[in-house]
């Protein structure tokens, strides 16, 4: 026999034993989740990780293979960890996040913003037939609000923009109200900078608008240095507060359309710094609703503060053949340097390997939640 099977034949005897050990210590592990879970413990307890890194290295004859062992152990108390989470996925009633609800019809819309506003925009285009009796609120909170207490069934609010990125109060209220996502619309948006009939630019001292208007026209602003920016409700609330006040002093960021309601006149034309500027806006429900020809899923998540999480989950994505379209993270309220991430990708919830990568996300990550699987917009060009 030569050296070379000899070797191999002791590899393979350590082998058996390494995986009736593991096998062990992998119910072992089981167990303890299933404690875990009863007892609402965190499955990650960095301290003891550490111990017994360390307790375990004081085994080794020597240190020449002290860096593979901790490697070897960290690996062991990875797959540990998959397994409590496993039992504690299953005690969540995975299938419950998939709960998935009929739309509802007729519905009763509200958007945000007075009258003119882009959310009124956004509610027209998406909605073909103009609702009926639509209400509008003036704080994104008080839309949520309106969702969650079903004074409303649909709200309609702004997410991204093109130019100033994810509108974030809007992601956190998805998770604050645990609401979800049942459409999307993008609109085209040209801010212009509007006053009372018959007033020019230059007795212009202050311009009211919604933060946003004035982040989309920073560069015209530039020029304005003297005008006072007073950050208002909607854009269309500030040219409603403008036109009430007849003052030829103040002005607001709003849409033409904005303008024609609000019976005033376009000082400035198309001020936003890019000019394609463009908003995506989102429906939002009080559930879950999917059908066949929804190609688009959202959900939001967190991960242990670890090195590495995120990386290991991204993965599934490429494995699973799922294009990624956007990646936004926000603080967890109240939890220092704890992130939510908020995921966009293309598929179907009934899909198969969207299904086995939610699956594994649930699996992974410390909080989840589907927040919708809707029907992509196209921008009109
Ligand atoms: O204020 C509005 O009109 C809104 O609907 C919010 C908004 C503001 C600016 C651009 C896109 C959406």
Redesign the pocket.
């Known amino acids: 026999m030569t050296d070379l099977e000899d070797y191999r034949k002791e590899l393979d005897a350590i082998d058996q034993e390494l995986v009736a050990l593991f096998e062990k210590r992998m119910h072992i592990s089981q167990a303890i989740g299933n404690y875990k879970v009863a007892h609402d413990l965190p499955i990650f307890d960095e301290g003891r990780e550490q111990r017994v890194a360390e307790q375990n290295l004081t085994h080794l004859k020597s240190d020449e293979f002290a860096v593979q062992t901790h490697h070897f152990l960290d690996t062991i108390m990875d797959l540990s960890k998959e397994v409590q989470k496993d039992v504690r996925a299953a005690s969540n009633d995975y299938e419950q996040i998939f709960a998935i609800h009929e739309p509802k019809q007729p519905a009763q819309i509200g958007y ?2 007075e009258t003119g ?4 925009e ?1 509610m027209l285009a998406y909605f073909k037939e103009a609702p009926r009796d639509p209400k509008n609120y003036h704080t994104f909170e008080s839309l949520f609000l309106a969702i969650q207490n079903g004074e409303i069934d649909y709200g309609v609010l ?1 997410v991204e ?1 093109s130019s100033t990125g994810a509108i974030s109060q809007v992601l956190d209220l998805l998770y604050k109200y645990g609401l979800s996502i049942v459409g999307e619309q993008y609109i085209k ?1 040209e ?1 212009h900078l509007i006053g009372l009939e018959g007033t020019s630019l230059d007795q212009i001292e202050e311009v009211y608008s ?1 933060p ?2 004035f982040q ?1 026209s920073t560069d015209y602003f530039k020029y304005h240095e003297q005008w006072r920016q007073i950050p208002f ?5 500030s040219a409603k507060m403008v036109k009430d006040s007849g003052d030829a002093h103040k002005g607001a960021i ?2 033409r359309r ?1 303008a024609q309601i609000h019976g005033l006149s376009i000082l400035a034309e198309s001020i936003q710094n890019q000019s394609e500027n463009t ?1 995506r806006f989102i429906i939002v429900g009080k559930d879950l609703e999917s059908n066949p020809r929804c190609n688009k899923v959202s959900v939001v998540f967190s991960l242990d503060n670890q090195a590495g999480t995120l990386f290991k989950l991204l993965r599934h994505f490429a494995r699973y053949h799922i294009n990624l379209i956007k990646i936004e993270s926000r603080p967890v309220e109240g939890e220092k340097w704890e992130y939510l991430l908020y995921l966009d990708f293309e598929g179907n919830i009934a899909d198969e390997n969207v299904h086995e990568a939610l699956r594994f996300i649930h699996r992974s990550s410390v909080y989840f939640r589907l927040l919708g699987c809707y029907i992509a917009a196209t921008e009109n060009k």
């Open positions: 945000f913003g506003s882009f959310c009124e956004a702004p923009n948006i801010q919604h946003q208007g989309q409700h909607s854009t269309s609330d709003a849409s904005a908003t």
